[in-house]
């Protein structure tokens, strides 16, 4: 199979073409717009693989799509703005690149024949929970531009399926960590903040609650559902690590030998939701599971970014 993966010079999106090209004899085009996060660096250990290729593309330039996905077999569709703090200062980019470029992607993939569609999304779209899970067929209720704009493409992503037949399946994905990801999410700035002797800035009281799932075990999901999920259905992915965020940095710091003296509290952000759940009994139902416990799959993180100042110094830096 030929996959075509929008996004892939992202922090999910290669650490997914690398699960690929690690399990399974598929072909994958990367098609990246290599903006501020999209990184050539994330992919440079595969340069010389000979099922690896890179195009550089907008997902919102039509004929560039159209050009660079004929005869692949599916889209996994990555392509998106991704920071919350940002999409308050900027919803612009976020609307036009999570909505058009969503519209842009199906739009081809319809018109091409793509057997599959993956759209990936967020557990953001569902909003802040208090109690329970939220499941799939939850109403809707995002609270930040970057929410909105997702839950809009996610609506887009599913309107091809009803409208038109189109192949599509859309993922929801608690927070992921690990190796490749850019230095402004929480998880590496923490990390790498410590590791140069800097505090860190915990936003309000620190009480607000997250699920953990290591980018591998996403990944691993992602593909799954990609092959075997059903057409117009939604699957939730999470490996039910909740955490809040004030626990989350004390055990940052207890791996990194530091105590509370090193955190920073700063004001809270805007309309920051105080709790995600997701019920994952669907995707399990597939036969997926976590690999790694929290502790263990924390721990590999800080040692990656330990050993690979070179690829986030200049990223921090700049």
Not at 1 to 20: E, K, Q
Request: net charge negative; proline share 4%.
């Amino acid at each position: 199979m030929r996959l075509f993966v929008t996004g892939g010079a992202g922090f999910i999106g290669s650490n997914y073409v690398r699960w690929v090209l690690d399990h399974s004899d598929d072909a994958v085009t990367v098609y990246d717009a290599l903006t501020y996060a999209g990184n050539p660096a994330n992919l440079r250990d595969l340069e010389d693989d000979p099922r690896y290729a890179f195009v550089k593309g907008d997902v919102c330039d039509r004929q560039a799509v159209e050009e660079a996905l004929r005869g692949h077999d599916a889209v996994v569709h990555f392509a998106a703005e991704s920071h919350v703090d940002r999409s308050i200062v900027a919803p612009d980019d976020f609307v036009r690149t999570n909505c058009g470029g969503t519209n842009v992607v199906l739009d081809v993939a319809r018109q091409l024949g793509v057997e599959r569609v993956l759209h990936i999304s967020t557990d953001e779209v569902y909003g802040s929970v208090e109690t329970g899970s939220s499941t799939e067929t939850d109403p809707l209720d995002p609270r930040s531009p970057y929410s909105a704009s997702k839950a809009g493409s996610d609506l887009i992503a599913l309107s091809y399926f009803s409208t038109h037949g189109t192949p599509v399946v859309l993922t929801r994905s608690s927070n992921n960590f690990g190796p490749y990801q850019y230095p402004e999410k929480v998880i590496p700035l923490f990390v790498t903040n410590l590791l140069d002797g800097r505090k860190v800035p915990l936003y309000g009281d620190g009480k607000n609650v997250r699920d953990w799932c290591h980018v591998e075990d996403n990944c691993a999901a992602l593909d799954l559902v990609l092959r075997t999920g059903t057409t117009g259905e939604i699957y939730n992915i999470g490996a039910g690590n909740e955490l809040a965020n004030v626990e989350l940095t004390r055990r940052i710091l207890e791996l990194l030998g530091q105590d509370d003296s090193m955190i920073e509290p700063v004001a809270d952000r805007l309309g920051h939701d105080r709790r995600y759940s997701i019920d994952t009994s669907k995707v399990r139902a597939l036969g997926w599971a976590p690999a790694r416990g929290l502790d263990e799959a924390l721990a590999a993180t800080v040692e990656w970014y330990r050993g690979n100042r070179w690829w986030w110094e200049p990223l921090r830096d700049a």
